[in-house]
């Protein structure tokens, strides 16, 4: 792993050369394939994550099996530290839906870093505070706003962090399936579908080899 990936993180910045050599002598690489879990909802938390490549999405199932999907997270983005730092079982799911390269600390180091740099349990805490934002806001969409609306919302959030400038818009630069967005929205694939077609028509969406880019 090299070592400047660690150092474009915001969880390390500020952190030195030495330091962060330390800190990837004891994170263990591995690589998760397509749709492949990383953990389930319920178990015993054993490691922190870190996302070199790839795409995850954080979720939870009801008791009839349906999914609602949390967050996607990507490149550079961390996971798992609730249960780590509240000392219980995982709160949600978390499955690999691109093939994905993920770096994990166990349970006992991943304490002894929070101590020895308290500066990362405060980026840590900032980073859970956007995460409550998130979900206030989900809430907040779901009680509120249609399904046309929440996707939208969607897309736009999608674009902020995964956006490339185009000529004719944001293109998300990440493959996102219908059943995920649908998951995401709190909603059908066939709705989505729908309203995708819709707003394409629109001209607030284009598809293109896949891939969504919202419009301008």
């Not at 996302?51 to 550079?76: A, H, M, P, W, Y």
């Not at 080899?209 to 919202?214: A, G, H, K, S, T």
Request: no cysteine.
């Amino acid at each position: 792993m090299p070592i400047q990936f660690l150092k474009k993180l915001e969880l390390f910045n500020g952190l030195s050369t030495e330091e962060l050599q330390e800190i990837k002598a004891i994170m263990q690489e591995k690589n998760y394939a397509k749709n492949e879990m990383i953990f389930m909802e319920g178990a015993e938390a054993n490691n922190f994550y870190i996302i070199l490549t790839g795409l995850v999405k954080v979720f939870k199932t009801d008791e009839q099996g349906r999914e609602k999907t949390l967050s996607l997270l990507g490149n550079k983005d961390f996971f798992g530290e609730m249960a780590l730092l509240d000392n219980n079982s995982r709160s949600a799911s978390v499955q690999a839906i691109d093939e994905s390269k993920i770096f994990k600390i166990s349970r006992k180091k991943f304490k002894r870093l929070v101590t020895e740099y308290p500066e990362i349990s405060l980026k840590i805490i900032a980073t859970l505070s956007q995460r409550l934002r998130n979900s206030n806001q989900q809430i907040q969409n779901l009680t509120f706003k249609q399904v046309k609306g929440r996707l939208l919302d969607s897309l736009k959030q999608l674009a902020d962090k995964y956006g490339v400038e185009q000529e004719n818009g944001i293109l998300i630069n990440k493959k996102i399936t219908h059943q995920e967005l649908a998951n995401l929205v709190g909603t059908t694939r066939a709705t989505i579908t729908k309203l995708l077609g819709e707003l394409i028509e629109e001209d607030k969406v284009e598809i293109k080899n896949r891939y969504l880019i919202l419009k301008k």
